[in-house]
């Protein structure tokens, strides 16, 4: 493409387009759309073509310009798209809500639209609907969360170049792997051996289908377009995973560790901890993920990459979820322990002291109950962290996950990748955090939330 000048200028354009930067037509596209308008413009690169076209885009909105390519001199253009237009089109299609006329078919001017109950061949008892975007619009099925709707759904916006024209949702969402071949049967009764996921089925006009779809299907069903079954986990499903074992070892380990080092406060076990701890806070993350793969793979034979044994397998979970928890337990720790140092000076411990209870008594009844609060606002927040903040482990072990995912498109300047990844982690950020409040109140009851947000 280099050698060719054409092609460079118009791979360029092609690609920064798909990416959402710019709108682009080439000199077929602005010749096709220009002659709605104007009868006699040619794709010549003559003064009275340029004139045409000048006076076309001038039509069309602000920001178009028009160009010419070097070898042949025919026209292009293009417009920057400015950021607000990005961002209210990100947001603008953001949510989707599924209705009866959400289908707007010229092959199919007889297409029937209603929402009504009925038990279909395929999944049973649910909430069909014909006219919209997908047949089953409340199922339940076997799988989490058990009850599925599809009234509304997200748009996060079209992958590229990485997993290039597919739903950003979907590559986050759906399986990896092979394709994982179960008994389905289809709405022509015929049950076999497929990779159909027949919850996902969407709209596809009738007149493209094929033989094969037909067989499944029968003639004339509009609802005939599925998603794939695949063997591995998702993204978001693995991330959760190692999300989630990563910080049940932090707080399983991290706690206990701290409520001892501060039971022995300034005693020769906390001070050999301390030492240890903070030596581990102030190594870098990337020279502990390294120094622990190499140690935990040499020493236990357990696979440092993620692709050596695959999703099917165990271990290939257990280095990314250990290495994410040991990296907390420092930090965690080190609070419990500054935590409980501080309840321990807390007039209501002196008062029990005074009373004549025990420390365990204290430790067990008074000082464990107030501070396990904050820790329980902090869990939420915690399995965010490690999902979100994984980035670089699931890049070292080539685990695929969301975190990986992130990285790599960055790498391939995948822009709405990126954009839909910051978005689902802000979001959650925002869900760990009301969360937490929620966890607080639960586990001390004298803790109120009101309008007025007291206490």
Known sequence: MASDPYKKVDYVNTVYEKMGYIDYMNSNELQTAAEKKYENVTSEPTEANKKIYKKYLTQLGKGWELHQFETNNEFYATREIPIYQRIAKFYGNLVQVDHTNKIQDKANPNLKRYIRFEKDPSVGWALVGSGTEHKYLLYANGQFPFIHQNFITFDLGVSYPTYANVDVLEVLTQGQGKALLTDVTFPTGVTKKSSVNIYTRTYKSPGSADKQTIANFGEGDAYTATKTRYQDPSMLVNSSIIGIISVIITYALGIPL???????????????????????????????????????????????????LGAQDFRSYLLPALLLGLLGIPGMAVWIRRYFIDLQTSDYVRFARAKGLSESEISKGHIFRNAMVPVVISIPGSILGVIVGATFTES?????????????????????????????????????????????????????????GGK
């Open 396 to 452: 070292v072990f080539a685990f695929p996950g969301m975190g990986k995912m992130l990285i790599d498109s960055i790498n391939n300047a995948n822009n709405t990748m990126v954009v839909a990844l910051t978005f689902i982690f802000a979001a959650l950020s925002i869900f760990s955090l009301l969360l937490g409040d929620l966890l607080m109140t639960v586990v001390d009851p004298r803790i109120k939330l009101d309008a007025k």
């Open 258 to 308: 701290g409520i001892l080092m501060s039971r022995y406060k300034n005693k020769g076990f906390d001070t050999i901890m301390t030492a240890a701890l903070s030596f581990l806070m102030a190594l870098p993350s990337v020279a502990f993920i390294y120094i622990f793969r190499f140690a935990f793979g040499k020493l236990f034979g357990l696979p440092d990459t993620f692709p050596i």
